[in-house]
């Protein structure tokens, strides 16, 4: 099984310039999210979707959109890119008593 | 005040020591409790979910305290394979996000 799928793996941006993360789970889990790990911070949660039709906004929501397309795919829009928003973006997703299950990550560079 | 906070060490043990510590979250109704690791630049994984009783997985041991609001991880007979940055996380009864600590880094030595 694949578990969940984020692409790209690696991206560099220009200020300003936008760009769509892709993730897509499949283990038929209902909740996925998209997190931020910068050195030092942990995982900080920047929207999440308890089930397919919402989206919820986490800890550092601004600068960001998600889109929950069906049960598998949930994508982050980054409009506008700042060099603050250099990080390493990842993906889950979660079932009760099952926990989360995380892709390998987004190494994103904005310049 | 972060909704989940953990001392982030780091922990260097030898070899066959044991090794703990400790992750408080501030929201009383939370439901679901978590312990992951996390490699150097890799994906989180699940090393174990923590159960109001406690529970062991091998040399692991997780607690939950409900009351003062923390869980628990104890390490027992470290490895140097158990140097990672663990990290706890907390589900709520009334939604579904699921918040993380900023991990405790443990280094164990030869």
């Known amino acids: 099984n694949a578990g969940v799928t984020q692409t790209p793996k690696f991206q560099v941006l220009k200020t300003g310039q936008s760009m769509t993360l892709q993730c897509a789970q499949d283990?038929?889990?209902?909740?996925m999210y998209w997190y931020r790990q910068d050195p030092g911070m942990g995982l900080r949660l920047i929207y999440y979707?308890?089930?397919?039709?919402?989206?919820d906004k986490g800890e550092v929501p601004n600068g960001y959109n998600v889109s929950r397309l069906n049960k598998r795919e949930f994508s982050l829009r980054l409009e506008s890119a700042a060099p603050s928003q250099t990080s390493v973006y990842f993906c889950?997703?979660?079932?009760?008593?099952?926990?989360?299950?995380f892709g390998q990550g987004t190494r994103l560079t904005v310049v | 005040r972060k909704e989940v906070e953990q001392d982030p060490g780091p922990f260097n043990v030898p070899e066959g020591a044991t090794v703990a510590f400790n992750c408080t979250y501030s929201?009383?109704?939370?439901?679901?409790f978590f312990w992951y690791r996390q490699d150097c630049r890799k994906e989180p994984k699940l090393l174990m979910s923590?159960?109001?009783s406690g529970n062991e997985d091998g040399r692991f041991t997780a607690q939950l305290n409900r009351a003062s609001q923390y869980i628990s991880l104890l390490i027992r007979d470290s490895k140097l394979s158990d140097s990672a940055t663990y990290l706890c996380?907390?589900?709520?009864?009334?939604?579904?996000?699921?918040?993380f600590g900023a991990g405790t880094t443990v280094t164990v030595r030869a």
């Open positions: 889950a997703s979660y079932q009760e008593d099952r926990a989360a299950f």
């Open positions: 283990m038929n889990h209902n909740s």
């Open positions: 979707s308890a089930s397919e039709g919402t989206t």
């Open positions: 929201n009383s109704a939370s439901q679901s």
């Open positions: 923590v159960y109001s």
């Open positions: 996380a907390v589900k709520g009864s009334n939604d579904y996000k699921l918040s």
